[in-house]
């Protein structure tokens, strides 16, 4: 069984950075793509940014594209996104996810992100 839990979340100014981190344990199989999601109040679950844990390989929402990166740590094992330029519209609960490519199985609980303006 596949946990993840988030950490890092936080109220910051528009402009201003934080680093999102993501515990995973469980299978190495059952969580080879790694993902960040969002949802801001009222709104949809929506896609941010995704890591291929074997492979490396990312890929990024359009609207973070050149601010967002988002990493591995295989040691740890961890998974982060650094979120750099934020503004008020990133503000939402982040949550991390994890399965088999394309898939997502399995959820964090979420990190709250506030940008103010």
């Known amino acids: 069984q596949v946990q993840l839990v988030e950490s890092g979340g936080g109220l910051v100014q528009a402009g201003g950075s934080l680093r999102l981190s993501c515990a995973a344990s469980?299978?190495?199989?059952?969580?080879?793509?790694m993902g960040w999601f969002r949802q801001a109040p009222g709104k949809e679950r929506k896609f941010v940014a995704r890591?291929?844990?074997?492979?490396?390989?990312?890929n990024y929402a359009d609207s973070v594209k050149g601010r967002f990166t988002i990493s591995r740590d295989n040691a740890k094992p961890m998974v982060y996104l650094q979120m750099n330029s934020l503004k008020p519209e990133d503000t939402g609960v982040y949550y991390c996810a994890a399965g088999i490519v394309p898939t997502y199985d399995y959820w964090g609980q979420g990190t709250q992100v506030t940008v103010s303006s």
């Open positions: 469980g299978p190495t199989g059952s969580r080879d793509n």
């Open positions: 890591i291929v844990w074997s492979t490396g390989s990312t």
